[in-house]
């Protein structure tokens, strides 16, 4: 049987870097059928998909970080944020090892470089509201939900300009010493052919419910400009938050019942998390892990009352009206304007 291992760089690295090119994202069993028809190839032999291993991969994706990496160019991997009540995003955990997912992703896309290859100016200014709506206005100390309704993210068409924070992508310079073009708003149609763009390039994932969320790739590809643009660390304003196991950005998942606390979890690394720890308690202040603070879209019940039977607006979603994690009384709505 012909070997899959792989040394070096060469025209099969280049080969499978193309592969990458042109797709958004790769899991690990397409990247065996790619690799096993580059090697196939190399080698004149007949290597099947199951000859390679995720050691072969390693090998690919390291040789290839090297010679990439003076590009600002990177191959990262992301674990999907898997949501326990969604069965679609929620495999059987004997196949979660499979679920890996891998990009090649710009490592210097601070204003959202990559997105300005395929959508104007007008569409950025868009997108970049539709993320401050995930990212500012749907996260605070009640609920971190970071993901917009289909209603909510066709709304914010209506708005013109940036919006409360500048991402260096909201004007066009017409000519040396003429004036930059404001961002104009966009149609209802408009918006929704970019948020279906969106999710067809890997860029936005879509719930069933109907809740938009950064994909991996998204999180993989703005890590450092979501960071950067949320987070206030000279002020104390960390929107942008961890998973306290695998340290990479958390968006689903679950938090600390401590609304000062930073510990949280992603719903895939609590299961072993809490088994090697040995204990349900959180990982930054030990306090007992209440497991009804969510983080996501579950962070908003649909329907749901408050105490005292008043269904309310929490201030969380404008659009959607409920209980925000079984908080919703009349400090928690106060601190509901609040943020972290």
């Known amino acids: 049987m012909a070997t899959a291992r792989q040394t070096g760089y060469d025209d099969a690295n280049r080969a499978f870097l193309q592969a990458f090119m042109a797709r958004s994202t790769l899991t690990f069993e397409e990247a065996q059928e790619i690799l096993a ?17 995720r050691d072969d991969l390693s090998n690919f994706i390291n040789a290839t970080n090297s010679a990439i990496s003076p590009f600002d160019l990177e191959i990262r991997s992301h674990l999907p944020q898997l949501t326990l009540d969604d069965p679609i995003h929620n495999p059987p955990p004997d196949t979660q090892a499979q679920e890996r997912i891998w990009a090649l992703v710009n490592t210097t896309s601070d204003n959202l470089t990559q997105l300005a290859t395929t959508f104007t100016a007008d569409e950025i200014s868009f997108v970049k509201r539709v993320l401050d709506r995930m990212f500012d206005g749907n996260k605070n100390r009640i609920a971190e939900v970071m993901a917009v309704s289909s209603i909510e993210a066709v709304q914010q068409a209506k708005v013109s300009g940036e919006g409360r924070r500048e ?18 708003p966009l149609s209802m149609t408009q918006a929704e052919v970019v948020l279906k763009q969106l999710v067809e390039d890997g860029w936005f994932e879509k719930s069933r419910k109907g809740y938009y ?55 895939h690394c609590m299961r072993n998390f809490f088994r090697v720890q040995k204990a349900e308690q ?18 908003v019940v649909q329907g749901g009352q408050r105490r005292g039977g008043n269904v309310r607006r ?21 601190d509901a304007e609040d943020s972290d």
């Not at 660390?233 to 938090?255: D, H, M, N, S």
């Not at 990982?283 to 892990?289: E, I, S, Y």
């Not at 929490?314 to 106060?334: C, K, L, Y």
């Open 37 to 53: 028809a580059i090697l196939s190839a190399k080698q004149n032999e007949t290597i099947s998909p199951e000859d390679i291993t």
């Open 167 to 184: 991402s260096g992508m909201g004007t066009q310079t017409q000519g040396q010493g003429q004036t930059q073009r404001t961002t104009q």
């Open 314 to 334: 929490s201030g969380v979603a404008p659009a959607t009206q409920g209980t925000v994690n079984g908080e919703e009384d009349g400090e928690d709505a106060e």
């Open 282 to 299: 959180c990982p930054v202040c030990k306090a007992p892990w209440p497991g009804d603070r969510f983080v996501g879209e579950r962070a």
């Open 213 to 267: 969320s950064l994909s991996p790739r998204g999180l993989m590809e703005l890590r450092g400009w979501l960071v950067a643009t949320y987070n206030d660390e000279e002020g104390g304003v960390r929107k942008i938050k961890f998973c306290a196991a695998c340290r990479e950005l958390i968006t689903v998942g679950q938090r600390c019942g401590n609304r000062d606390c930073g510990g949280r979890l992603h719903d």
